[in-house]
């Protein structure tokens, strides 16, 4: 393998520095254009529950697609092929059961957040949980992760400080969303995956044609690399977690997580909200082309630039693109850390005025809502700053240290979320000592696993050793299986819920009339599905499903 002289920084050419410009000044007007009127609870944190499937889809892509991805995908692209692209692939089903299974009981149950529908299913102790450990997830694996993953690629590629672009791209980001609320987040990420498409996919050609197509990059790079199903002692991506670890992260994450769901509960209706998870399904497929790709494209021609992983995709940027793509590209990674971090925002603030503060002061004015909110979201932005510079001791590719942080975060809350909606016997006793279970186990494997890299290899019990040494996605499993078991043990052995509670909150129940007003004392809710609605998406989904396993039999 044959490597070629690299360049490691430039200035940004004027008409680079023009490109990020118009962009910047595109996203401010989006987001300004929509701070203009007085706006509603319902305006603010579901805009107005009137937006369709396109800008729901986009959305829900943008939300998720950030730095870190572009970072860790193409990092571990760089460092072990296309296996990590299991998560993306993963990621196209899991949105069709968010779509076809959990968005009839989120719209039905008029909720405004997740903690909400789990105090209705389960108990007020239950909303807390998810909404502290939600909080918590958001300076971990999002706030802190996108920051340092923007900061890597433009000190690499530009020269530009970490704590200097983290701070700036903080306050961009927060100005238009604390102005305009979900709809400017929603609108603004719409032009956002449209430049992050154009950006990412322009990188992937121009690097394809420098190795002379995918056909020579395969006699580049080891044959593993483009083999996605892995053995089962894989120390990353083995089959077995993957497919029955990796689904547990995705429900918890695309089915019940607020920064993603929320987009959802914005829709008109429940045809447009289930036609906006099939087209971020569809969209979900590209990351493994236009992110995981180029990184191993960066291994095949500048080997010796990528010992580091996470500077795969910073290699090519500089490398490759002639002035003026260098601008689009750069864009295209701001408005990926931009829309990421406005979802967090806005869905942060949403879980602290609604969750927490308006329960203890019920009778707060709107503007007193929206102002904690936004103190409290930057005290968040302020963790997630101090956060970045420890995130290394848990893995040198970054998104596998996002995804093994999610895994000791998700069995729990998905746990109660697919058995609450399946099984009305289930309380909120049994709820919440999965809940707990769940959080005592993954804050050991996490706080050993800090240990035990920050000392090299200091535990020798085998019992602590069979914690550390599992594969995250095993350990998942795992977490899944114990959470499940005491969630059902507990509850059968305390009173069964009251089956008038559980109206439009459980498949046995979820045509049965509510008998109380939603908790934000808000009755409006989007229509169900029409039949045209509901005949298209079922078309669109299967074209998606087989899709997907196709591209899977190809790459086996």
């Known amino acids: 393998m044959n490597s070629i002289a690299t360049v490691t920084h430039r200035n940004l050419a004027t008409i680079d520095l023009v490109i990020i410009g118009v962009y910047f000044l595109l996203v401010f007007c989006i987001g300004f254009y929509f701070a203009r009127k007085e706006r509603t609870s319902t305006d603010y944190f579901l805009a107005s529950r009137d937006i369709g499937w396109f800008f729901i889809g986009a959305s829900l892509f943008v939300s998720n697609i950030s730095t870190e991805h572009f970072i860790g995908l193409s990092g571990t692209g760089a460092s072990s092929g296309l296996a990590v692209g299991h998560f993306e692939w993963l990621a196209c089903l899991i949105l069709l059961i968010l779509g076809w299974v959990f968005v009839p009981f989120y719209l039905r149950s008029n909720v405004f957040t997740m903690p909400e529908f789990l105090e209705r299913r389960f108990n007020r102790q239950c909303a807390v949980y998810l909404a502290g450990i939600s909080i918590i997830a958001y ?102 977690g993957i497919f029955f670890g990796a689904p547990i992260l995705g429900i918890w994450y695309w089915c019940t997580d607020q920064v993603i769901v929320q987009r959802v509960l914005s829709a008109r209706d429940e045809g447009h909200a289930k036609a906006g998870t099939i087209f971020a399904g569809f969209l979900k497929i590209l990351p493994v082309f236009m992110l995981v790709l180029p990184g191993i494209i960066a291994f095949a021609l500048f080997p010796e630039q990528v010992v580091k992983p996470d500077f795969a995709y910073p290699t ?62 930057g005290f968040m932005v302020v963790l997630g700053l101090l956060w970045v510079p420890f995130i290394h001791l848990i893995s040198s590719q970054l998104y596998i240290y996002l995804q093994s942080v999610q895994a000791y975060i998700s069995p729990p809350i998905a746990s109660c979320f697919v058995l609450g909606i399946l099984w009305t016997r289930l309380n909120g006793t049994g709820a919440l000592s999965s809940l707990w279970t769940g959080f005592v186990m993954g804050a050991t494997r996490f706080v050993l696993e800090l240990v035990d890299r920050g000392t090299s290899g200091h535990f020798e019990s085998p019992a602590i050793r069979w914690i550390i040494d599992m594969n995250f996605l095993h350990y998942a499993i795992f977490m ?50 029409t039949p045209t609605e509901r005949m298209l998406n079922i078309v669109f989904s299967l074209a998606l499903l087989t899709t997907v396993v196709g591209l899977w039999i190809y790459f086996r």
């Not at 869905?347 to 409290?376: C, H, M, W």
């Open 480 to 529: 899944f299986i114990v959470c499940s078991l005491v969630l059902i043990v507990v509850s059968l052995m305390t009173p069964a819920p009251d089956r008038r509670k559980l109206a439009g909150l459980t498949f046995a129940t979820v045509d049965e009339k509510m008998d109380t007003i939603p908790l934000h004392g808000i009755a409006r809710k989007p229509a169900k599905e």
């Open 139 to 240: 300076i971990f694996t999002k706030i802190s992760v996108q920051l340092y993953a923007a900061s890597v690629v433009l000190e690499r590629v530009a020269g530009w400080s970490l704590w200097k672009t983290a701070i700036i791209l903080v306050i961009a980001t927060g100005i238009y969303t604390i102005a305009g609320g979900l709809a400017a987040v929603i609108y603004t990420d719409t032009v956002q995956t449209l430049i992050l498409i154009a950006g990412a996919c322009a990188l992937t050609f121009i690097g394809l044609h420098r190795v002379g197509g995918l056909e020579h990059l395969r006699t580049m790079v080891p044959a593993s690399y483009f083999h996605m199903i892995k053995p089962a002692s894989d120390p990353n991506f083995p089959w077995t």
């Open 316 to 377: 090519l940027v500089l490398n490759l693109l002639p002035v003026g793509l260098v601008g689009l590209v750069m864009a295209a990674l701001l408005a990926a850390v931009m829309g990421a971090m406005s979802s967090v925002f806005n869905s942060a603030s949403t879980l602290v005025t609604l969750d927490f503060y308006k329960k203890l002061r019920p009778q707060a004015s709107e503007k007193q809502l929206v102002n904690f909110g936004r103190i409290a979201t």
